[in-house]
Structures are given as structure tokens and as C-alpha cells.
């Protein structure tokens, strides 16, 4: 009786601490250190499609000089593994144009990086969520977890990289502003503190609150992003993706990885105990059967 | 010298005795001239050279795998699918050891080398899949234990191994090590133990990989309890798998069964039957209660819907009320269709997760290519083939009498 009591005092001392470290370690969202990041404002009512940041960032990023031409001709566009960020055209509402630009959004608590099993994908502290080749196995879960379709793969390459927008982390390091924004030349886009941005974003949305949309993208999509966005058209109407939930997406999957502690702990007493109980059914069972021949005996 | 000499003389006969089944080489190779040997061969004859020239020329040339869809049917089928049709492994081996159900004894040792085969066959689809397989190492030194992934990956490594460990009683049977075979046996308990324990964590985690596509998986299979059907489903697999191969190897091993001590498997499917109609009525209650907390019912009239309702009403439903019937009216036949369905039920199950319900609002597709199916033909055969291999030489249809000391 002690001693199960002990066991019983032991297991579940495991269990509580074990459940304790992982909800330790599952993020709680957007927290004032995280607005405190840098971010980038894009108001999508002040871009003029020059496509300098496509440029800007190709260059940055070694990669090949985007298509030139007019935006119509080319037809919808997406990032690819030798483009980092593209800009679309669409109808604006009285006529006219506008212009949505697509890159990674650098997430406060990005599912790409929770989802990759050896660290490859990182959120520095500083911001930018960066990949680092050496580690991936190329299992291509990034892919499948990211709400906005940003990770590419090398799929023709014989050691394939995970290629997108690295939020300019090595120009930001010695810094100096993303490329892309150095590069706009119309002012839709604003590198600044995260928080200072959202102010800047309502700022605007307040000052012609019939123009714009009422709502930053990115203030709360999947836990809030590095990139923000204010627009006077549907923001799926410039390529942003509708319907992403608003929970961290690390914590879709804190629930169910708050099992194995559980299983780890219970499973091996109550497995056991059940092989006790089968085993003490067998004795009982088998003492009978020994009882009754030896009546007759 | 005299010992070399007897060492010389006795290593062909265990050659001839233990590989080639007694006879001589010619007799052996002429014996394997059959037609499923021949069909093997052309699968084989396909599949293997694909599978070279995946890693000679990349993911690229020889996948239909897109930006859209990182996941095709190597995952899809070979890991998904491979891995939970492999659950008998634990399911017969904790009914036996742990719960103490001695009538399923005579299947505990096939369901343990199925899953052992169905695992290594996994992992080498696995390997095939991954764009850069030499740093599978990573999982172990760079742990992202964030991810349902990392989760998995050590589960399935650490639950090949158990199962490997498992497979070793009648592997020294085989070769008659006697003192190496009563340890693993005494620790059998223990490995079981730990079968359930990483079962129970990597056959759901399978399905919490899914928890991070919210806006991706349709809503009538995205659940935020989509870990507890995969692993309700997996028990569903386990027991149907065994019903299947218990069938299957009473009929094809026939031969080798002769003059052992005679096993009722009608007896034991109708047994299994009635944990199958169990297990396949809970397992679509909870499907449909996924549905309700989801409110997804008004996709139910879409034509994801009517997927929906085929996976689960035909291939879930169906089979756990003809398990039902057949279990109670003794009716085997019965019961081998129930677990057939319930088999390509779930194989459905996962197909539709990860490719056919996966991206349902993105108008791009994915069909796999024709050597993408080859290869995981070619792992089924490779599977099979393993399997048939070692039960004809093997004590795993039945244990070896000389070592059989208990009870």
C-alpha cells in the first residue's frame, strides 16, 4: 500500500513537471517585446507598381533580375525559389490600379519554424525568420504549415534549399533597412519598430476612414506578422490570403504535444497494471482449477 | 584444423538447412520460377531503377511534387498509410502480453514482423521523399521539439528498434541461441510496454502534423482532435490488418503449418471481429462528432462532402455493423470483408489528409507520377517479399516446439 501510494506520489510529481516545462515553452503570441521588433508597413494605396523592390531584392539576394515589362503582361505572378518577393496589379475602386507585394511575412511565432523538426528555420530575436541549409532534411513540413504559402523548394536541385525573403537579416545586422523598402521610391513602404507602425497604420485608417479598410493585415493574423498591411481594396483582392486564424500557430499544436509527457508517464503503470491484473485473473483461475481437482481427487 | 575442417563441413549444410529450405541451390532457384514471383519481378524491374534515378537526378524529375504540394504519395501512402497499417504490431502484442488475451498468441509474432517490415519499408520511402536525406541526423542533435515531426521521427526510430528487439525471440529460435532467446523473451513485457507507449505518441502525432493547416485541410477532416481519430484509427488498422494477414497466411503458408499444433483462426477473426466492430463504431462516432465541433455540416452536400461520406459511412459505418453481424452469427467470410473495407477505409483516410482534401480552396492539383507509384510498388513488394522470406524459415506462425519450455 505504501509503496503504491510512493509510485503513485512519483508519477504524478513527473507528470505535473513534465506538463509544466511544455506549456512553459509554448509561445503566447504577439507580448510587447515582440512589437518592440522591426516590422514593415505596406500601404498598398501608395505603391505605383515600378517593381524597384523586386528589383532591389534580387540584387540583395543574388538572384536573377526580374522579368521585365508591363505588370498586365505578365499575369499573376508568386514568389519563387529565385524570387523572393512579387508585386501584382488589380482594379482599384474608382478606376485605376493597385498593387499587392508578396514576400515572407516574417511571423512573431512563425508555424514554419515550430514546424521544422531540426531548427533549420529560425526566428532570430531580432525579427527576421531565417533558414539554414545545412540543417534541413528536406522533409518540406515549412511548406506545408505556413498560412501564406511563402517557403519555395528547389525541387530540381540534388541538395534542394528552402528559399524565401530573409527579411534582409544580414543587411538589417550592419543597420541598414530591407532592401525593398530602401528601394520604394512612393513611400507604400515603411520600415520601423512593429508598434510604431500599427500607430502609423490606424493613424491612417482613421485620417480617411472612408477609404481604407478598417483593419491591418497582419496585426493579428496567425499571431500577428512582421509585415503589416493598410489598403483601400479587400486585402484578398491584393494577393493576401483570407480566413488565417488569429491563435499563434504554434499553439494549434501545443495541445496535442502536451500528450507524449502524459503517455510517457501513465502509459507504463497503467500497462503494467493491467499485466498485473491479467496475470492475478490467470493465478486465481488457475488456483481454482487446482482447488476443484483436488475435491474430486 | 580439425575444427576447420568440421566448421567447413557444417556451414554449407546450415546454408542449405537454413536458407535455401534444404534444398540445392538449382532446386532452390527453379522453386522460385512461380507467376507471383514473376510479378514481383517486373515491379521490381520498375521500381527499384526509379528509385535510383530519384536520387541521380533529383526530387524534381522524377516527382509531380509542386510549391502547392510539398507532400505527394510517398508521404501520403508509403509513411502515412505504411506506418498505420503496421499498428497490428502493437495492438496484437499488447492484447497478448499485456492484457493477457492468450487466444491471439498464435498471431502475436506475424503482426510483430509485419509491423517491422511495414516500418523499415516506411522509412526508406521516407528517405527517398526527403530532399536532403543525409541530414536525417539532425532530428537526433537538433531537436525541434516544437514539431509534431520531431515527435515522430524519434518515436518511429526508437519504435523500429523495439520492434526489432521484438523480432529477435524468434530470430534466435531460428538460429538456435538459446541463452540470448530466454532474455529477449523475459524482455518482451517490457518492449511491449514500450510499443504502446511510442505507438500511442507517433500514430497520432501523425495526425497533429496537420494541426499547423488550418486554412490548407478541408473542414470536414481538419479537427482540433485529428490526433485521436488517427490514433483510434490506427487501433482500427491494427486489428483489420491482422484479421487480413491471418487469412491471407493460413491460405499461402498452408504448407508450412502442416504438423504444427493446430490454431482455430476462424475462432480468433471472429475474436477480432468483435474488437474491430468495437473500435470502427467509436471511431466514426468521433469522426462525426469532428464534424459537428468543426460545423462543417454544410460541406457534407459538396463534393468533398460526398468524399467525406464515402470514407466514413462506406468505408467506416459500413464495415463496423458488418463486423457486428458477423461476429455475433459466426459468419468468418463476414467479418474478412468488414476488415478488407476497413483497411481501404482508412488508406483513404490517409490519402484524403494529406493529398485529395489537402489545398481544397487552391486550384492547383496533385497526381503522383508514374514513378513516384512505382516506387512505393516496388516498397509494398520489397515488403511482401521480406515477409514471405523470413516466415519459411523462420518460427513465426508458430513457435519453435524445442524452445516452447513454458506453460
Not at chain 2, 74 to 83: A, E, K, L, N, S
Request: aromatic letters at 10%.
Amino acid at each position: 500500500m505504501r509503496l503504491t501510494r510512493r509510485s503513485f506520489i512519483r508519477v504524478a510529481g513527473v507528470t505535473a513537471g513534465g506538463t509544466l516545462a511544455l506549456s512553459a515553452q509554448a509561445r503566447q503570441g504577439s507580448t510587447a517585446d515582440d512589437d518592440r521588433l522591426p516590422g514593415v508597413l505596406v500601404d498598398t494605396t501608395r505603391c505605383v507598381g515600378c517593381r524597384g523592390c523586386e528589383a532591389a531584392c534580387a540584387e540583395a539576394n543574388d538572384l536573377p533580375a526580374p522579368p521585365e515589362g508591363d505588370l498586365a503582361k505578365l499575369g499573376r505572378r508568386d514568389t519563387t525559389t529565385r524570387a523572393f518577393t512579387v508585386i501584382n496589379r488589380t482594379d482599384a475602386p474608382g478606376g485605376g490600379d493597385r498593387f499587392g507585394k508578396k514576400q515572407c511575412m516574417h511571423c512573431l511565432a512563425p508555424a514554419c519554424a515550430s514546424a521544422c523538426p531540426v531548427r533549420a528555420l529560425n526566428k532570430l530575436p531580432t525579427g527576421p525568420v531565417t533558414y539554414d541549409p545545412s540543417k534541413c532534411m528536406g522533409c518540406r513540413y515549412c511548406m506545408v504549415a505556413c498560412p501564406f504559402d511563402v517557403p519555395r523548394y528547389e525541387y530540381e536541385a540534388l541538395a534542394p534549399r528552402v528559399r524565401k525573403c530573409t527579411f534582409c537579416a544580414p543587411r538589417q545586422a550592419r543597420g541598414l533597412p530591407p532592401a525593398c523598402v530602401e528601394a520604394c521610391p512612393s513611400g507604400a513602404l515603411t520600415f520601423g519598430r512593429r508598434h510604431e507602425l500599427l500607430e502609423e497604420a490606424k493613424r491612417r485608417i482613421y485620417g480617411e476612414p472612408d477609404r481604407y479598410v478598417h483593419r491591418v493585415y497582419g496585426e493579428h493574423e496567425a499571431g500577428g506578422t512582421s509585415f503589416l498591411y493598410v489598403s483601400d481594396v479587400p486585402f484578398e483582392q491584393v494577393g493576401l490570403q483570407a480566413g488565417v486564424p488569429e491563435k499563434p500557430y504554434p499553439e494549434l499544436v501545443a495541445g496535442a504535444l502536451g500528450a507524449p509527457p502524459l503517455v510517457m508517464t501513465l502509459w507504463p503503470p497503467l500497462l503494467m497494471g493491467l499485466y498485473a491484473f491479467s496475470k492475478r485473473r490467470d493465478e486465481v483461475e488457475r488456483r481454482e482449477a487446482d482447488g476443484k481437482e483436488e475435491h474430486h481427487g | 584444423m580439425d575444427s576447420a575442417r568440421t566448421a567447413a563441413l557444417e556451414q554449407p549444410s546450415f546454408f542449405r538447412e537454413k536458407i535455401l529450405l534444404g534444398m540445392s541451390l538449382p532446386d532452390y532457384l527453379r522453386s522460385l520460377l512461380t507467376p507471383w514471383n514473376a510479378v514481383a519481378a517486373v515491379i521490381l524491374a520498375i521500381g527499384v531503377p526509379c528509385l535510383i534515378y530519384r536520387f541521380a537526378a533529383g526530387l524534381g524529375a522524377s516527382t509531380n511534387l509542386s510549391q502547392a504540394y510539398p507532400w505527394g504519395l510517398w508521404i501520403g501512402f508509403d509513411m502515412m498509410t505504411g506506418v498505420v497499417l503496421a499498428a497490428g504490431g502493437f495492438t496484437i502484442g499488447a492484447s497478448v502480453q499485456l492484457l493477457g488475451l492468450k487466444e491471439f498468441h498464435a498471431i502475436e509474432r506475424p503482426a510483430i514482423l509485419t509491423a517491422f517490415v511495414g516500418y523499415v519499408m516506411a522509412v526508406v520511402g521516407l528517405l527517398a521523399d526527403l530532399g536532403r536525406p543525409w541530414n536525417i541526423v539532425m532530428a537526433v542533435v537538433n531537436a525541434g521539439s516544437a514539431s509534431a515531426l520531431f515527435e515522430i521521427a524519434w518515436c518511429v526510430m526508437c519504435y523500429t528498434t523495439v520492434l526489432l528487439l521484438e523480432f529477435t525471440v524468434p530470430f534466435f529460435e531460428w538460429l538456435g541461441w538459446r541463452r540470448i532467446h530466454t532474455v529477449m523473451k523475459k524482455a518482451l513485457l517490457a518492449l511491449t510496454v514500450l510499443s504502446v507507449m511510442f505507438s500511442t505518441m507517433h500514430q497520432s502525432a501523425l495526425g497533429s502534423l496537420f494541426l499547423l493547416a488550418p486554412t490548407k485541410l478541408h473542414p470536414l477532416w481538419y479537427s482540433p482532435f485529428i490526433f485521436i481519430f488517427f490514433f483510434i484509427s490506427a487501433i482500427l488498422a491494427g486489428i483489420s490488418m491482422v484479421i487480413v494477414e491471418c487469412a491471407i497466411s493460413h491460405k499461402v503458408f498452408a504448407r508450412r503449418l502442416e504438423g504444427q499444433p493446430h490454431v482455430d483462426a476462424d475462432r480468433l477473426t471472429i475474436g477480432l471481429g468483435k474488437a474491430g466492430a468495437i473500435v470502427a463504431f467509436a471511431y466514426f462516432f468521433l469522426k462525426m462528432q469532428g464534424v459537428v465541433d468543426g460545423h462543417a455540416w454544410g460541406y457534407l452536400l459538396t463534393g468533398y462532402g460526398a468524399l467525406f461520406l464515402v470514407e466514413t459511412v462506406g468505408f467506416v459505418l459500413v464495415p463496423s455493423l458488418l463486423y457486428a453481424y458477423g461476429a455475433r452469427h459466426e459468419k468468418v467470410r463476414l467479418v474478412k470483408l468488414a476488415a478488407a473495407m476497413t483497411i481501404a477505409g482508412i488508406v483513404f483516410n490517409r490519402l484524403n489528409v494529406s493529398v485529395f482534401a489537402f489545398n481544397w480552396q487552391n486550384p492547383a492539383r496533385y497526381w503522383p507520377s508514374w514513378m513516384e507509384v512505382s516506387v512505393s510498388l516496388a516498397l509494398v513488394t520489397v515488403g511482401v517479399l521480406a515477409f514471405r522470406w523470413i516466415v519459411n524459415r523462420m518460427p513465426i506462425l508458430f513457435e519453435d516446439p524445442a524452445f516452447s519450455n513454458h506453460e
